[in-house]
């Protein structure tokens, strides 16, 4: 079998490339050829044909959503599929795909596109986003280990964030629990794998990347069929699921992640994350 796993163009981050590493380590142990290559035109369009590299399946872990559906309509089985990716990769179309699911997710407010910098802010729009109360989070539509997330405290603050950031996809959610705490769960090919919670005591963010540190989670049954149900509605063969706790016990999904980072959750719940995914990948060549 060979394996292609896709980073970044421009990776930096040692997680992201340790993650790829890992999975290739894992995948070489079950008899599969792999190769790690920076998605640098992997596929392109030549004369109305996609020309891509010859694989039989492709551990995507970078966010190009057209790298993704090049390499995917050139034929090649992606590990996590190219509308899997894209859904995740945006914030609010992980939250509109999963409403109406009865997944229970924070009340989120989605800002209105905006077209032109000297626009003036909605007095409308801001009061509808104060309803959620304060403090209120504030997301940008795009970004990863904790980044366009920001904690707003007042109308001040409001105003501020939604002027410099109109011309962005943004949206703002209800703050559910103590801040710098959730728990992080890994499901793969549909089944939790683990779970850790993850307490940051310097940011609202538990953000591993930002200083959180992570402690084994026992998942109870109804988190356990909470996130197996979200990973199914999005199609995920892998992922991380952020889900936070609100004061009555009620577990509320946060964000979901397609490519979450996984050493942390390896090292405190002593589970070989990146074999069980390698071996999702090889069932999918046995099957």
């Known amino acids: 079998m060979k394996c292609l796993i896709v980073v970044n163009a421009y990776i930096?981050?040692?997680?992201?490339i340790m993650q790829a590493e890992?999975?290739?380590?894992?995948?070489?142990?079950?008899?599969?050829?792999c190769e790690i290559r920076k998605n640098i035109a992997l596929a392109e369009i030549v004369k109305g044909?996609?020309?891509?590299?010859?694989?039989?399946?492709?551990?995507?872990?970078?966010?190009?959503?057209?790298?993704?559906?090049?390499?995917?309509?050139?034929?090649?089985?992606?590990?996590?599929?190219a509308a899997a990716v894209e859904m995740c990769d945006d914030k609010m179309l992980t939250h509109i795909a999963l409403s109406n699911g009865g997944i229970p997710m924070p009340d989120c407010i989605y800002a209105p596109l905006c077209y032109y910098a000297d626009a003036s802010?909605?007095?409308?729009?801001l009061n509808r986003v104060e309803k959620l109360g304060y403090p209120l989070i504030a997301k940008t539509c795009y970004g990863s280990l904790g980044s366009g997330v920001f904690l707003i405290n007042d109308h001040t603050e409001l105003e501020a964030f939604e002027k410099s950031?109109?011309?962005?996809?943004?949206?703002?959610?209800?703050?559910?629990?103590?801040?710098?705490?959730?728990?992080?769960?890994?499901?793969?090919?549909?089944?939790?794998?683990?779970?850790?919670?993850?307490?940051?005591?310097?940011?609202?963010?538990?953000n591993i990347e930002l200083g959180g540190?992570?402690?084994?989670?026992?998942?109870?049954?109804?988190?356990?069929?909470?996130?197996e149900r979200v990973s199914e509605i999005l199609k995920l063969d892998y992922c991380g699921i952020d889900v936070l706790t609100d004061s009555d016990g009620t577990y509320n999904v946060c964000e979901v992640n397609?490519?979450?980072?996984?050493?942390?959750?390896?090292?405190?719940?002593?589970?070989n994350i990146a074999k069980k995914y390698a071996e999702l990948i090889i069932a999918f060549k046995n099957a």
């Open 22 to 33: 890992r999975i290739a380590e894992e995948l070489k142990r079950l008899g599969a050829e």
């Open 49 to 81: 044909n996609i020309i891509a590299p010859k694989y039989e399946c492709c551990v995507f872990l970078d966010k190009d959503k057209a790298a993704a559906r090049l390499l995917e309509k050139s034929g090649i089985r992606l590990f996590n599929n």
């Open 165 to 206: 950031n109109k011309l962005a996809a943004h949206f703002y959610q209800k703050f559910i629990g103590c801040g710098g705490e959730d728990i992080r769960v890994i499901v793969i090919g549909g089944k939790v794998i683990c779970a850790m919670r993850r307490k940051n005591e310097k940011d609202f963010r538990s």
């Open 213 to 227: 540190k992570g402690e084994k989670y026992e998942a109870d049954e109804r988190l356990i069929s909470l996130c």
């Open 121 to 125: 802010l909605s007095v409308e729009f």
């Open 12 to 16: 930096k981050n040692k997680s992201q």
């Open 258 to 271: 397609s490519n979450a980072f996984f050493a942390e959750a390896e090292k405190v719940c002593g589970v």
